[in-house]
């Protein structure tokens, strides 16, 4: 026996035996519907003030169940049968308790709501079951019949299976969240941007004819300022707002300029030459800046997106901050040609330039040997403490007395060099001249023991005679040492 009001299928299509039941056709879930009942409890709500239904229905929740208990299933087609996997008619409004269930009081309470707001239609997205416990995804829709002979006793309504649909949506949901997720916290500046200007302004050029792009922005440097305001960023993530020093993302944006400038520039030219030359993915260092002024050497990656690659309109940079190790880089490159204590050149260095000079030198050459005296005596009396001071203030003096142009190296524990290449005798004579002047300077300015050098000097005139320039400096070296022994009392053979 069919449930108590509901029209029987059979019966219905029974009118008529020639003509088709359009109802049990379709292709689609639909349901028919007596929803007077709701109308009257509608009705009794407003006469007893009800305007908010929503705030009204939350606050009672029992309230939602009684306007599901007012809506009557008349009748339902074959694919509604097929989608909650019933058996009959009756079997399916019998057990809707088992349809219509969990999730979907707030779908339920949005259906409500449009009917009280005086729509004829509604519909809203929501989660049924089969009969055999399957989740499904619907999409429900729901329409008054106007012709109906009382109000809202014929309600017709679709559903549709969004399952699979929804189930995509999901999936991609999570897929963008996975991404998002790996942009924000990727441990390196992540930027996305627009170059279609970029691209617009290099296809101009190349239908004016221009095809030495090199040669054009050397004429036009201007043309690499232009090109990179530009640029539209479209977002960042986390870590460039920390590496950038940067309070947020609008505080970042907004200050670009300060960024993106001097050095940078110079590698931004670079970049578009890749980019004329067809190179959407290039990698290089480069140099930007901290919003605090701080320079950063950071490693670049610029990729255009897949399916980007006609208009550029989606590019992803990639930056690595390596400040720390290009100043450790930096660092050891000072090592392997300065001597740490006296911030000289090293006997490295020495032996480089000799061989350097040895090829390219234009002489005449001056060298000039400066020996530390009585280091040894210091260390052993004073400690090596002092006999340190005595050497970095040997490093002071020599690194004043001469020109940016020249350099002075240490080349042992307490000998020195100076190269002066293109520089004759007496302006040798001068630089000695200087060098002793500023010792004395030195010994007024610091107290504890006398700084002493002695010093030799040779020049050469002939490249091929450098290495006994360097013997002949040597020896007069040894012979001002001699004098001040024995001027000093220290020459223990007169002794």
């Not at 221009?210 to 004429?219: A, E, G, L, P, S």
Request: proline share 3%; aromatic share 8%; net charge negative.
């Amino acid at each position: 026996m069919p449930a108590a009001g509901i029209i029987n299928t059979n019966e219905a299509s029974s009118l008529n035996p020639h003509t088709p039941d359009f109802f049990d056709l379709a292709p689609c879930s639909l349901w028919l519907e007596d929803y007077s009942g709701l109308r009257k409890l509608f009705d009794a709500w407003r006469a007893d003030g009800v305007t908010d239904l929503r705030s009204f229905l939350q606050a009672d929740p029992q309230q939602v169940a009684a306007c599901s208990a007012s809506i009557k299933v008349l009748r339902v087609n074959h694919e509604t049968l097929a989608l909650y996997e019933a058996a009959t008619q009756d079997d399916l409004t019998t057990r809707l308790d088992e349809v219509l269930r969990d999730d979907m009081f707030n779908s339920h309470l949005d259906e409500l709501e449009q009917l009280w707001a005086g729509e004829t239609t509604f519909q809203s997205k929501t989660v049924n079951y089969t009969l055999t416990g399957r989740r499904i995804d619907i999409l429900l829709k729901g329409a008054l019949l106007q012709d109906s002979a009382s109000p809202w006793d014929r309600v017709l309504v679709t559903v549709e299976d969004i399952t699979e649909l929804e189930q995509a949506r999901q999936r991609q949901n999570a897929s963008e969240q996975y991404a998002r997720g790996v942009f924000e916290q990727a441990p390196v500046s992540l930027w996305v941007e627009d170059f279609r200007s970029i691209k617009n302004l290099l296809d101009d050029l190349r239908m004016q004819g221009i095809t030495d792009f090199r040669t054009f922005m050397d004429v036009h440097p201007e043309f690499v300022e232009r090109c990179m305001s530009e640029i539209q960023v479209l977002d960042v993530n986390g870590y460039t707002i920390k590496m950038f020093k940067a309070a947020d993302k609008a505080e970042l944006l907004t200050r670009l300029p300060e960024i993106f400038r001097d050095r940078t520039l110079t590698s931004f030219h670079a970049q578009l030459i890749d980019l004329w030359e067809g190179r959407l993915f290039h990698q290089r260092e480069v140099v930007n800046y901290a919003l605090d002024g701080s320079t950063l050497n950071i490693h670049l990656q610029l990729s255009v997106f897949p399916g980007y690659e006609d208009d550029w309109g989606l590019v992803l940079l990639a930056l690595t901050d390596i400040t720390a190790r290009k100043k450790a880089e930096a660092y050891l490159e000072y090592l392997g040609t300065h001597d740490v204590l006296t911030t000289l050149k090293n006997r490295s260095f020495y032996v480089d330039e000799i061989k350097r000079l040895e090829r390219k030198g234009i002489p005449p050459i001056t060298v000039i040997i400066v020996d530390l005296n009585n280091l040894k005596i210091i260390n052993d009396t004073q400690g090596h403490a002092a006999g340190d001071s005595l050497l970095r203030r040997t490093g002071e003096v020599l690194s004043k007395a001469i020109e940016k142009s020249f350099r002075a190296a240490r080349i042992g524990g307490d000998e020195f060099a100076v190269l002066l290449p293109g520089t004759d005798e007496q302006q040798g004579a001068l630089v000695i001249d200087n060098i002793r002047q500023l010792v004395e300077l030195n010994n007024q300015f610091y107290t504890g023991p006398q700084l002493h050098l002695s010093i030799g000097s040779a020049t050469c005139y002939d490249i091929s005679n450098l290495h006994a320039t360097l013997r002949e400096a040597d020896l007069a070296m040894y012979e001002d040492k001699r004098k001040y022994r024995a001027s000093s009392g220290a020459d223990r053979r007169r002794a």
